[in-house]
Nanobody, 120 residues
Framework: QVQLEESGGGSVQAGGSLRLSCTAS????????MGWYRQAPGKHRQYVAT???????DYADSVKGRFTISRDNATDTIYLQMNSLKPEDTAVYYC??????????????WGQGTQVTVGS
């Protein structure tokens, strides 16, 4: 089993910055790709960014140039540095990872989410 623990959400004015963290704990499984998704009120969950164990990154167009995802493989922790925040970035941000199962296959895990609110 994998537990994802997020932190770092909060409220900020437009143009401000926040840094989210997520650690995969209680895991004897190998964590592969990790990432962030977000869900605004009344909307579907939306992809934000992912990072592989090798450090390869990918971003949604809406956050490119403003958000940076990074990773510490030693602790299975990822970070999301969010700069130049906009009111439309307001959402619950969820951490996500894929883990290789001992019997084969891959399972996806989700964190409980952390609220990010950007005032105008």
């Amino acid at each position: 089993q994998v537990q994802l623990e997020e932190s770092g959400g909060g409220s900020v004015q437009a143009g401000g910055s926040l840094r989210l963290s997520c650690t995969a704990s209680r895991s004897s499984l190998l964590i592969s790709i990790m990432g962030w998704y977000r869900q605004a009120p009344g909307k579907h969950r939306q992809y934000v960014a992912t990072i592989t164990r090798a450090g390869g990154t990918d971003y949604a167009d809406s956050v490119k140039g403003r958000f940076t995802i990074s990773r510490d493989n030693a602790t299975d922790t990822i970070y999301l540095q969010m700069n130049s925040l906009k009111p439309e970035d307001t959402a619950v941000y969820y951490c996500n990872c894929n883990a290789y199962l001992e019997g084969g296959g891959v399972r996806t895990y989700w964190g409980q989410g952390t609220q990010v609110t950007v005032g105008s």
